[in-house]
């Protein structure tokens, strides 16, 4: 089965910056929106970025300015790139991916990475 592999997960002093990649592990014949969702302890998961096949990209407000999605079409692979990041910018990163697989049969999934820690402490 295809897997979305995340990384760029860790410890970041406030202030800091990060950058998250995500691709997915096997064969993926096309992907539609990609994106990243959080999850901090206790809460929902939330939208942070996402950005379309075509390039089109959508942030939350909290990340607006700072944030930046970035999309390799070929490569099926998404980078976030996070700056001035705060405490409440801590939280599971979890990768997503509309993609259309050969898992069990052809079409489009849902398909969530196992998620990435991002601490912002100093």
């Known amino acids: 089965q295809v897997h979305l592999v995340e990384s760029g997960g860790g410890l970041v002093q406030p202030g800091g910056s990060l950058r998250l990649s995500c691709a997915p592990s096997g064969f993926v014949f096309d992907v539609r929106t990609m994106g990243w969702y959080r999850q901090a302890p206790g809460k929902e998961r939330e939208l942070v970025a996402t950005?379309?096949?075509?390039?089109?990209?959508d942030y939350a407000d909290s990340v607006k300015g700072r944030s930046t999605i970035s999309r390799d079409k070929d490569k099926y692979t998404i980078t976030l790139q996070m700056n001035s990041l705060k405490s409440e910018d801590t939280a599971v990163y979890y990768c997503?991916?509309?993609?259309?697989?050969?898992?069990?049969?052809?079409?489009?999934?849902?398909?969530w990475g196992q998620g990435t820690l991002v601490t912002v402490s100093s």
């Open positions: 950005i379309t096949a075509g390039g089109a990209a």
């Open positions: 997503y991916a509309d993609a259309f697989t050969q898992d069990y049969e052809w079409g489009y999934r849902e398909l």
